[in-house]
């Protein structure tokens, strides 16, 4: 299956992140657990960690960019081999564990 890895959320007073590190370039495979990337809000740093097994596929918001919250930031899937759709409006959400600090 196919996943967005959307800016977790909600978080109090935050409409946006800023992207501060990548822990992992396509075709990386994250367990549950790992930290897949960093964020940033005005105030706080945020880890993002992968709540289900997964291989990335496809960063879409680099390092440095802002992205809003609920908006996505990578592809992933299940495997490396499933092709990736041309529209991603309508992927499945991977689980993920977030820790604001």
Known sequence: MIYALTVPGPIEDVQEVRVLEWHG???QVFAVGELVVELETDKALVEVRAGQPGVLRSVLCGEGDWQA????????SDTA?????????????????FEVS
């Open 25 to 27: 370039v396509a075709g």
């Open 69 to 76: 919250l609920g908006r996505p930031l990578a592809i992933l």
């Open 81 to 97: 081999e499933e092709p990736l759709p041309t529209d991603t409006g309508d992927l499945a959400l991977m689980a993920v564990e």
